[in-house]
């Protein structure tokens, strides 16, 4: 498809997609360090859900995210939740449970080019005192329930799906999840259970990339035939190319057959990124090795700033 047939939407979306690995970039380039792999694998991921497939309400948190303000409790009332960032919970709105919490930097950027969150919300990544962590919890910006380990932020969604079927509220609950998840045995059991309830207001978002801490997936513990599998666990699922934004969004429209969405979004974790083939198999998190390698990403940097309107 050619520029001068896009629907302006998918212009838009992909724009969005340009500028969440600009910025996730440029975080790296200014702190030595990222999940830089991430934003080239689910930058499209996170662009669809917040411009096209999510319903959610207007952010109703500061643009400035709060400090940490303790755990919450009955004498912490006004404990900040991160999905207030996300509308919070409403009966006619969709609700976004963000499972990979190390993707929690690709998360802020996103919520920064959608409007959400303040650029300069960045400025407090990782530091001591601040919401904005370095892997997402519940009181981060976007993020509505510790995931604990991988893999818990389907069972939480399940849990929520089948309270707001029974609630007889429309919103659906949408997910996103790394495929390293599906090597744990909790992800298999929420599926089950959510065939058995007939949950289909779930959505489920994988970002294929093929890639975890170790290393390539396939060396540490094979998941595929991926989708063979969900389907015989009683999924929908449906495999698209992860960086076609129309595919994407088209993936996610309800069937109301009785089975949660699967959608399996196969990425590459160097799109956009040619540099990063070196570092092939280790992607997981890119700290310069040298002056020589960091300019080579600033040059990088420089390059894909002139392909967008771009703001810091």
């Known amino acids: 498809m050619t520029t001068a047939t896009k629907k302006p939407w998918v212009e838009e979306t992909e724009e969005v997609a340009k500028r969440i690995r600009l910025r996730v970039l440029e975080h790296v380039l200014r702190n030595n360090g990222g999940y830089l792999s991430q934003a080239c694998s689910s930058a499209e991921l996170f662009a669809t859900l917040y411009t096209r497939v999510m319903s959610l309400g207007p952010s109703t948190a500061p643009m400035m995210p709060p400090r940490y303000q303790g755990v919450p409790g009955p004498d912490n009332p006004d404990y900040p939740r991160g999905g207030a960032y996300n509308g919070g919970i409403r009966p006619d ?70 309270a707001r079927k029974l609630l007889g509220e429309h919103g659906r609950v949408w997910v996103l999840m ?4 599906f090597q744990e045995g909790e992800v298999w059991e929420a599926l089950a259970a959510m065939a058995f309830h007939e949950l289909d207001n779930v959505g489920i978002y994988v970002d294929v990339n093929q890639q975890q801490c170790d290393g390539e997936i396939r060396t540490t513990m094979l998941t595929d035939p991926l989708l063979e599998r969900l389907e015989a666990f009683g999924a929908r699922a449906i495999s698209v190319d992860g960086h076609d934004v129309e595919a994407l969004a088209a993936a996610s429209a309800p069937a109301e057959d009785g089975r949660p969405l699967v959608v399996l979004a196969n990425t590459d974790p160097t799109r956009c990124m040619n540099s990063l083939e070196r570092r092939r198999p280790k992607l997981h998190y890119v700290r310069f090795a040298s002056a020589a390698e960091r300019a080579e990403y600033e040059e990088l940097y420089e390059t894909l700033k002139g392909t967008t309107e771009w703001k810091s």
């Open 178 to 181: 790394s495929d390293g998840e």
């Open 93 to 162: 709105k969709d609700q976004f449970i963000f499972s990979p919490a190390h993707y929690a930097l690709i998360l802020y950027a996103t919520l920064i080019e959608v409007g959400r969150l303040a650029p300069e919300a960045l400025d407090e990544f990782n530091v001591d005192g601040s919401t904005v962590e370095m892997i997402g919890h519940e009181h981060s910006p976007g993020v509505d329930t510790t995931t604990g380990s991988l893999a818990q932020g389907i069972s939480q969604a399940g849990g929520f799906a089948l």
